[in-house]
């Protein structure tokens, strides 16, 4: 009889490896099947690599405060480069830029992301929650929905609808860009912080709910501020997350989108925003 | 008789020159006594300055959509190196990293700040406004504060705040981070998006308010997504706009606070996001 432990399909796709040779903080990756969208990978994903490669830098200090990824072009299928640059390391943050190269039709090396993350250390204060959890339905008392189109990303998570589906119509109809969902990577996985940064992006383009019309869309940039560290990520394990956007301002081709990510337990553990470009 | 026009503080602050000896995109400045803050300038300048690099740059293409500028160490009084690169241009938009340095103690160029700016086409779509400006007095009948501490950016803006002041007193009893002003140049000048850029920094520290105690505060990321084009700040000229300005959570030494800008015709300028270091 053999076992079989196979990895979780977010840890393969998170697999760096690094090159001494290249020089410190190059590392090489692979796009995952498994995360693939439309034409490119979910940006989710991108997010989360460009994480764990600061996550696995050896000269890194604290745990993830702010990340921003910057969507300069989708990633063709195949390896790719990324470079992690500590820039400056104070007492209690460390500044760090990032990009991804791959070879573009000519050989020559084309960015199709740059980033920037700061970490920092967590240390014991007075805190407050100003925008507590919504009082929704327990994730049990939600169902799951089935993928609303053909990504293979989908098929990554587990979302169970509040409020803000996507509609059943696409009727021009839409009044409202607020959605809520519990969800979690599916299977299920432990928290940590390269998840959590994927999880802030899973939301569908707030265009589609708002005008009730599917339109191409795609984010530009994205921010995920992490409220939590790695304590609280480990007391939520493997649980749901509730998950709440909505957008701001539609306007001239682009429009932004709000984020709050919290546990079951109400705890806040990221906020996010982006600004996504729509066609129409 | 002579006339004297002499240049706002805001233009003086933002001057840079460009020297094409030390290669494309990289510009020298100087800080502005004008907008010092407590242990330098005032962050809203330092992110102008750094769009202003962009939007000077030959090879931009586009308006400012998104900017993220991270403050890894304050800017010591004295002239800086500023470099502005655009890493990958596309068809709607252009995609720039940037930093800028200071030569430290041993004389070595030192990393005060990183940024990232995406610039784009804006076409006209169709478009909603989600988060409509809040009914509030008009600003005349807002009275204009006097600076709250002695630093010299707060007398560069007028401030009439119509909800969520500073406390009178620092006793540990606020109960929300919620703050609405209508704000301007001082003296008045017409918006740009550097300006506006600035604009969207001017709250105080949120746990100021939520925690009615003056504690250590600073920003260590910021970003600004840009909803209006050229023509609306043409049109919002040397009006007010109304700035709404909230936390989220304050956790562990870093809490985040969400921006809205409208002009006084309840367009949406900007919205932005920061996260921002406090002690207590």
Redesign the interface.
């Known amino acids: 009889m053999t076992t079989h432990h196979s990895i979780h399909p977010l840890d393969a796709a998170l697999a760096l490896s690094s090159s001494h040779s290249e020089g410190a903080g190059q590392y090489t990756g692979h796009t995952s099947p498994a995360y693939w969208n439309m034409v490119g990978p979910f940006g989710g994903i991108t997010a989360a690599t460009l994480l764990q490669a600061v996550m696995q830098h050896p000269d890194r200090l604290g745990e993830p405060?702010?990340l921003?990824v910057?969507y300069?072009?989708a990633l063709a299928e195949g390896p790719f480069t990324l470079q992690a640059t500590p820039?400056?390391t104070?007492r209690?943050?460390q500044?760090w830029?990032l990009?991804i190269l791959q070879a573009g039709a000519d050989g020559a090396p084309?960015?199709?992301t740059?980033?920037?993350v700061?970490t920092?250390a967590?240390?014991?204060?007075?805190?407050?929650?100003?925008?507590p959890m919504p009082q929704v339905p327990a994730p049990a008392q939600c169902k799951p929905v089935q993928p609303a189109f053909r990504s293979e990303w989908l098929q990554r998570y587990e979302m169970r609808p509040v409020t803000g589906a996507l509609p059943e119509q696409w009727d021009d109809s839409g009044d409202?860009?607020l959605s809520q969902l519990w969800m979690r990577d599916a299977p299920a996985r432990a928290l940590d912080f390269c998840a959590l940064a994927a999880l802030a992006d899973v939301f569908f383009p707030?265009v589609w709910l708002?005008?009730a019309r599917q339109v191409p869309a795609g984010t530009?940039?994205i921010?995920v501020?992490f409220?939590?560290?790695a304590d609280l990520l480990a007391q939520t394990g493997t649980g749901y997350l509730l998950g709440q956007a909505?957008?701001?301002?539609?306007?001239?081709?682009?429009f932004?989108q709000?984020v709050?990510l919290w546990n079951e337990a109400g705890a806040?553990l990221a906020?996010s925003?982006q600004?996504v470009?729509?066609?129409?």
Chains 1, 2 share one sequence.
């Open positions: 405060l702010s921003t910057n300069a072009g820039v400056r104070n209690s943050t500044h830029t990009s084309v960015v199709t740059t980033a920037t700061v920092a967590r240390r014991e204060t007075w805190g407050a929650a100003d925008t409202t860009s707030r708002r005008r530009v940039s921010t501020y409220h939590a560290g909505r957008a701001q301002e539609f306007r001239n081709g682009f932004d709000t709050q806040m906020t925003h600004i470009y729509y066609k129409e």
